[in-house]
């Protein structure tokens, strides 16, 4: 089915905003403005953005440690996360949550998570919910490849198997899980083909293409909204930087992070939407520096915003 025009730009801007986003923190951190921990999304921006535009703003998304991309493309505004990172009191977490605790339930983001692979039972509940409540919503829940050796993968995925709870597991696969390549974790090609062990639908997808990933998100999404039940999609994919901010990256060699580089999906889309006719330079220029303008301003908001106070530490905080 033709995706309208209006919906193939809003796209491009997500993947557009991401990477600003990230470009910037990337920027920011090694400045020493931002504490704690950041693990970058850049490259991955086509899974993040392809998948999420099928969402109703009602649907959900788990998320991960490498999460800013996922809560910008559910609709996290730029400000209050980088507010968030700035541990600042206007953050979506009042400060307390910092990257990788990120949560906005009110517009369905369920959270980022610092441990890996948590998102999984944390979408099972989610899910068990809609089924439960009778709605059709959906429950998206992103997880790295390294996610996938983890118990809390095979246990969830086979419960839900079972339930047929309405949930696309999409796995980014983005051939390391720190510095482990997957080549040494598994024994198998394609993550996808783990499927056949829950009975449930697996497909392999190229993550560096927002409209294939679109696609496949798409039609899984509508599986689960028939309650039929879970798919589980492999995005291969690579990343830009390394596994956190201060990595050395000494694993990799030169010329497979250059081969990552070439990879790059947004040019690849704004190539696309040109040739297609749905944007012109001009307009993806002006995409590009809208984002620029944005995360100025993003950051002057993180910078200004006051931090929260000490006899706040307990407030909001639940274990
Ligand atoms: C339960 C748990 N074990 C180990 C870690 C340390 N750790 C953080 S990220 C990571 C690798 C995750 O790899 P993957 O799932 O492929 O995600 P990616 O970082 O590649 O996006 C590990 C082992 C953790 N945070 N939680
Ligand atoms: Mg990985």
Redesign the pocket.
């Known amino acids: 089915m033709a995706i309208e025009k209006e919906k193939l730009i809003d796209m491009y801007r997500v993947m557009v905003r991401i990477r600003t986003f990230e470009d910037r923190v990337f920027k920011e951190f090694a400045a020493g403005n931002i504490p704690g921990f950041v693990?970058l999304y850049a490259g991955e921006e086509a899974i993040a953005a392809g998948a999420c535009a099928n969402l109703r703003p009602d649907d959900y998304i788990t998320s991960?440690?490498?999460g800013h991309g996922h809560l910008i493309a559910k609709g996290g505004k730029t400000d209050r996360m980088m507010a968030e990172l700035y541990g600042k009191k206007t953050g979506y977490n009042r400060g307390k949550g910092g990257s990788m605790h990120i949560a906005e339930v009110d517009i369905g983001i369920l959270g980022a998570d610092?441990?890996?692979?948590a998102g999984i039972p944390i979408a099972g509940g989610a899910a068990l919910s809609a089924q439960m409540r009778g709605t059709d919503q959906v429950t998206l829940c992103f997880?790295?490849?390294?996610?996938t050796n983890?118990t809390r993968f095979h246990e969830g995925v086979n419960l839900a198997s079972i339930w047929k709870l309405p949930i696309v597991y999409v796995i980014?696969n983005?051939v390391?899980?720190?510095t482990t390549p997957v080549s040494y974790a598994m024994n198998i090609p394609n993550i996808a083909d783990r499927a056949v062990a829950y009975g449930i639908p697996g497909k392999t997808v190229d993550g560096n293409d927002v409209l294939a990933v679109h696609e496949v998100v798409g039609e899984a999404l509508a599986r689960a909204r028939k309650g039929e039940g879970p798919t589980l999609v492999e995005c291969k994919t690579c990343?830009y930087y390394g596994?956190y901010e201060g990595d050395t990256q000494t694993y990799r060699t030169k010329q497979e992070f250059e081969e990552c580089r070439k990879r790059d999906p947004i040019p690849r889309f704004r190539k696309k939407l040109i040739k297609m006719g749905v944007l012109t330079e001009k307009d993806a220029d002006k995409i590009n520096q809208e984002m620029l303008e944005e995360l100025d301003k993003a950051v002057k908001f993180a910078e200004e915003s006051p931090f929260p106070e000490p006899r706040e530490t307990l407030e909001d905080v639940y274990t």
Do not use: L, S
Not at 143 to 147: C, E, K, M, Q, S
């Open positions: 693990h991960t440690h490498r610092a441990i890996v692979a997880f790295g490849d390294g996610a983890t980014e983005n390391y899980a720190e990343r596994h």
